[in-house]
């Protein structure tokens, strides 16, 4: 279950690719709780169900207006704090009665099989709410130590009732397992990352690319001021950022303001990002914080080397600094270009961190990731006998 399949981002993209990897062995549909436009963004294979629980966006409005032009009564719910534990995922600040019963509603039609949700108040109503028939799993796609005391603390009473949680991390592995005590199964499973089919080499360019939401969590805002101090040193060096959201016209504002147009570019949302990510000279990784970064692992996929903040949590456990990219202190902006800059000033170092690179992210491969999958639903099944 996903709060929107219809959008972009790195959870969608994930759990996408999981499903079309089980499909061939299992049945396996995906739910929608919001539904914001009429097909998805990502490919989903034919064999995966794409089910919307409800037809309307995120703000809680019809995604298709009725002819009368009538309103939600039950939107002005929205206006309202839940006062359901769920309602402290930044995702659901206000009540929407309609959403909660689909929900519910969804769960309790299952007759078996496993029920997997995938962001905290979804893990919250999972735990709740659905039924005991089903082996339900709670996926994190962040880390626990970035969430608020309040929902860390109904995460931590709320999870010992789900049969498994799963994380992308050995950092928040160790995390969960100190919180719950043993209450509840917790696994590491990491991100996959689908084959990439064979493409003709391109010449190597002088671009650097970066890509995710425009949101304060990526850190696009540290990754400009970066890269002025880069461009002063080699103005033949580009920016492009991928990505859309609500900060685009502060990140717009913030290159006008270091004299950056035209070096420094928001590209928007691309679907040829394998393309762009294989003809750049390194990828950079300028979150804040992270669960385990997937558009990291598709350029180290790709043989792109990487810069990267040493933030909370995954990059670190990608990056094996200095042989397949490099890792700087969280948030140093001089850190960052300093390690750019070096890469950009040894060609040499590059081409050995593109061949470490290809390497390294075999572990993190689909039909791997996929065993792993498959290992817990075994587990889980002969637990219930």
């Known amino acids: 279950m996903l709060h929107n399949a219809y959008v972009t981002g790195g959870t969608i993209r994930t759990v996408i690719n999981q499903a079309n990897a089980l499909c061939a062995d299992h049945d396996v549909e995906i739910a929608s709780v919001y539904r914001s436009k009429a097909t998805p963004s990502f490919a989903i294979d034919p064999r995966v169900r794409l089910v919307p629980l409800t037809d309307l966006r995120s703000d809680g409005t019809r995604r298709v207006q009725p002819a009368d032009g009538g309103k939600r009564l039950l939107r002005k719910f929205r206006r309202l704090k839940t006062p359901f534990p769920h309602g402290l995922d930044f995702r659901y600040r206000r009540w929407d009665p309609v959403v909660d019963a689909a929900i519910v509603r ?61 994380v992308l991390t050995e950092h928040d592995l160790a995390d969960y397992r100190a919180a719950l005590g043993g209450g509840v199964r917790v696994a590491r499973i990491p991100n996959g990352i689908p084959p990439v089919p064979d493409r003709p080499a391109v010449p190597e360019g002088k671009v650097l690319v970066a890509a995710g939401r425009l949101a304060p969590q990526k850190g696009f805002d540290l990754l400009i ?18 990505g859309h959201g609500d900060l685009k016209p502060d990140l717009e504002a913030r290159i006008a303001a270091h004299e950056l147009t035209g070096a420094a570019r928001l590209r928007g949302v691309t679907a040829r990002l394998p393309e762009e990510l294989s003809a750049a000279g390194m990828f950079v990784l300028s979150s804040r914080f992270e669960g385990l970064p997937m558009v990291l692992l598709e350029a180290m996929t790709l043989g792109v080397p990487a810069v990267a903040f040493d933030c909370p949590t995954g990059p ?37 961190m593109r061949t470490a690179a290809r390497e390294s992210s075999a572990r ?5 990731v996929r065993d792993l999958w498959e290992e817990l639903f075994r587990d889980l099944a002969a637990q219930r006998g």
């Open 316 to 352: 670190a456990e990608i990056i094996e600094n200095g042989r397949n990219g490099l890792l700087v202190p969280p948030q140093d902006t001089g850190a960052l270009a300093d390690g750019i800059c070096e890469l950009i000033e040894h060609p040499e170092l590059r081409a050995r």
């Open 225 to 242: 001021d970066a890269y002025a101090k880069v461009h002063a040193r080699h103005p033949d060096w580009r920016l492009d950022i991928f």
């Open 106 to 166: 969804y769960f309790r039609a299952e007759k078996s099989g496993v029920l997997i949700t995938t962001r905290p108040a979804l893990n919250l109503l999972s735990a709740r709410w659905a039924p005991k028939r089903l082996i339900r799993i709670g996926q994190d796609h962040m880390n626990l130590g970035t969430y608020k005391p309040a929902l860390r603390d109904a995460l931590v009473r709320a999870y010992p009732r789900l049969d498994a949680v799963t």
């Open 364 to 368: 993190y491969s689909m039909p791997a």
